[in-house]
């Protein structure tokens, strides 16, 4: 058995930390079973909003009518787009090439299974086994979508957001196509497929879309899809899928009135949830904890149950956003390969990661919606702004009464006047978010414990020093430790910090 001192589960956000062992020279092995650079590059976050720009500029274009600018037909060149999307897509090469070059990294190609506490066995792509064990194990092993039990579906075929970016990517948009769920990643194919031209079809369990955002940015971008000809039949029930004439047909039930329809399309596209990728890994060979959905539990260390094995992203559930993955990449770098003491460790906070749905209009928000903070007991306030009340809003077209004059919507802690969330819909709220993540990340914060039952040593020591972290407004260091939802123009500002310490 071949030991490491250092094991990487995937190459998504982990490559951060696998990036910092380099530097201390560690003797280091990287285990993908995939393409390298997981879900983000290859089929998530990079590719959707190559997409999305286009989209974005064809509404933008369409509705440039309203300051007095008429731009004729406007089409999206689809082979034009996809070129560019593959050509960053297949920067995933590179990534490989660029481990490759390193003596002390050993690449396995292939699916790690834990064979013992921490040992590891790797079915590599060949047909062979590598079986190697380390004294640090880092998963970052990310999460796929969570297909549901639904009569005739594997018969039938579809999509998921893992083959649209793989063997099912369409030569061209489809003429029709029904979304399964209303999530960020149905409501973002949604928007681009529209503005493509196709006939789309949002099927959503939830009565409504975008669950997760604050019950008036749901309500505007319901408008708003509507107003651009996408059909969504909220509070559904899927029942069944079957094939006729050449095209798929799903009928589903109103869960209210338990009255059905079907709809037909050219294809499906499923996209109710992900799950984690656990089942893989044989966590039962180890000490391991997970939660009831198949997520394993960490701690503000990122420390896994088991002895020097660490976790990070969408494996342990906690806000599957590649900012937030990132985030915790960057901790644990910090901590275990910088040389800092433990008293200098970075500690992760999950109450200011923020989330962009890249819809058009985007949805931005960081914090507590208006539901959550009343439930957390908060006596609040609310401040709303739309964007006609600002100058550049107006410019944009925005006058007030319009349906689709965007708003910030603020939740105030009536008592301190602090923000306890933000929520933004409308033209470039990924950018506009920004300065309130940064004003909540700002301040001194008590260490807070997060699954206490999860302590080495060392957390059991830091846990009990009266221990606060400061971060300091106008410290370039606070830029990399507050999060920017990816991928933002914010980002131009915010990793300045990375090329100011290079140059
Ligand atoms: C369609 C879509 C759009 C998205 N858009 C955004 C967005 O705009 N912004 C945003 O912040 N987030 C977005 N996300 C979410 C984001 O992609 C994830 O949160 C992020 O990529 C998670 O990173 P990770 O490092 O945890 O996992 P991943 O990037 O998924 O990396 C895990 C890697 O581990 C490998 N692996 C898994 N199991 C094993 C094993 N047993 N052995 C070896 N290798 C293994 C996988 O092949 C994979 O390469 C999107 C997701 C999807 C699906
Ligand atoms: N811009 C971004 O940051 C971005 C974009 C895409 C995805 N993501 C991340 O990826 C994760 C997965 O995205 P997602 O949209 O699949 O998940 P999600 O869980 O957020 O949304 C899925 C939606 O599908 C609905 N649903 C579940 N089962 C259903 C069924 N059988 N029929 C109809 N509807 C059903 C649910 O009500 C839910 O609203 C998200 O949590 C998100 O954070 C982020």
């Given amino acids: 058995m071949k030991h490491y001192d ?101 690449i396995y190609e292939g699916t790690a299974s834990f064979s013992g506490k921490k040992s590891l066995t790797i079915t590599l792509h060949d047909g062979t086994e590598a079986e190697i064990d380390g004294s640090k194990i880092f998963i970052g092993a990310g999460a796929r979508t969570n297909i549901p039990i639904l009569t005739g579906l594997e018969e039938a075929g579809y999509l998921t957001s893992e083959t649209l970016f793989g063997e099912k990517y369409p030569a061209q948009p489809y003429n029709s196509l029904i979304i399964v769920g209303g999530g960020p990643i149905g409501c973002e194919f949604a928007h681009v497929f529209n503005a493509a031209g196709t006939k789309v079809t949002i099927v959503q369990h939830n009565i409504r879309l975008l669950p997760k955002e604050d019950v008036d940015i749901s309500s505007f971008l319901l408008r708003q899809f509507v107003s651009y000809g996408i059909d969504v039949r909220l509070n559904q029930d899927t029942v069944s899928v079957h094939i006729d004439g050449g095209e798929k047909v799903l009928t589903f039930r109103n869960r209210t009135t338990g009255e059905e329809s079907s709809i037909r399309a050219q294809e499906i596209l499923i996209a109710p949830g992900i799950k984690p990728l656990t089942d893989l890994l044989h966590l039962e060979n180890t000490d391991i904890q997970t939660d009831n959905r198949g997520y394993i539990t960490t701690n503000e260390f990122l420390e896994t149950s088991a ?166 407004p106008r410290s370039v260091y606070t830029i990399s430790e507050t999060m920017t939802p990816h991928p933002s123009l914010s980002e131009v500002t915010m990793w300045t910090r990375y090329y100011y310490e290079k140059k």
């Fill in 6 to 106: 250092v094991i990487i589960i995937g190459t998504g956000a982990a490559n951060i930390v696998a990036d910092a062992a380099l530097l201390q020279g560690q003797r280091i092995a990287i285990i993908e079973k995939g393409r390298f650079g997981g879900t983000c590059l290859n089929r998530g976050c990079i590719p959707t909003k190559l997409m999305v720009t286009a989209a974005n500029r064809i509404r933008e274009i369409q509705e440039a009518e309203r300051i007095g600018v008429h731009a004729g037909d406007v089409h999206l060149d689809w082979d034009f787009m996809s070129r560019r999307l593959w050509k960053k897509v297949n920067e995933s090469i590179g990534i490989k090439t660029y481990y490759d070059q390193y003596p002390n990294i050993d």
């Fill in 307 to 472: 002895d020097g094995i660490w976790a990070l992203g969408d494996i342990n559930g906690l806000a599957p956003f590649r900012h937030k993955a990132n985030y915790e990449s960057e901790i644990l770098a910090h901590n275990l390969f910088s040389g800092n003491p433990p008293q200098s460790w970075r500690w992760a906070r999950y109450e200011t990661v923020p989330a962009v749905t890249y819809t058009y209009p985007e949805a931005a928000h960081v914090g507590l919606t208006e539901d959550q903070a009343r439930k957390e007991g908060y006596e609040i306030e609310i401040a709303i702004n739309h964007y006609s009340d600002s100058a550049k809003g107006y410019s944009l077209g925005y006058e007030p009464g319009d349906s689709d004059d965007g708003f910030v919507k603020l939740i105030l802690d009536k008592s301190t006047k602090h923000i306890l969330g933000a929520h933004i819909i409308g033209p470039e709220a990924s950018i506009l978010i920004q300065p309130f993540i940064t004003l909540m990340s700002c301040g001194s914060h008590v260490i807070r414990p997060i699954h206490e039952e999860i302590a080495s040593p060392t957390t059991q020591m830091l846990r009990k020093l009266p221990l606060t972290r400061t971060l300091d």
